[in-house]
């Protein structure tokens, strides 16, 4: 496996417990269900910081999700997590127009279904 361009380990070891490559290919991950954190990142924030709160991600400082040091990793804002890598992407322009070309299919369906027998029902419910 690689990450860009290096190769990446399928497993490692931290706190002398396995983690493993998630099968989305990204990000290590532990296969004990009864684990608090059971991603690589989060378990070593964890057990730097305590509890992670409701609504925190734990970001890669560096973006290498491989690189799981503490001090490679902050607690941030889920919604200014997600904001700061989507406009990162859409400086892209392959990802930008595939990205408008699925919200124009999305329009398209949603049309077709508000003019359908469940879509009508649906808005005599909910205006």
């Known amino acids: 496996m690689e990450s860009n361009g290096m190769a990446i380990e399928r497993f490692v070891f931290y706190a002398g417990q396995k983690y493993w490559i998630q099968t989305t290919g990204r990000y ?7 684990d608090e954190e059971r991603l690589l990142h989060r ?20 973006e290498d999700w491989t690189n799981n040091s503490l001090e490679n990793l902050e607690a941030i804002n889920a919604s200014d997590h997600r904001r700061m890598h989507m ?16 919200l124009e299919m999305g329009r398209d369906k949603a049309a077709e279904w508000h003019r359908s027998a469940e879509g009508r029902l649906w808005h005599i419910d909910h205006g």
């Open 87 to 102: 406009e990162k992407r859409l400086k892209d322009p392959e990802y930008k127009a595939t990205l408008l070309r699925w």
């Open 28 to 34: 290590y991950s532990s296969s004990r269900k009864d």
């Open 43 to 62: 378990r070593v924030w964890f057990d730097a910081h305590g509890p992670i709160d409701s609504g925190i991600h734990i970001h890669h400082i560096d």
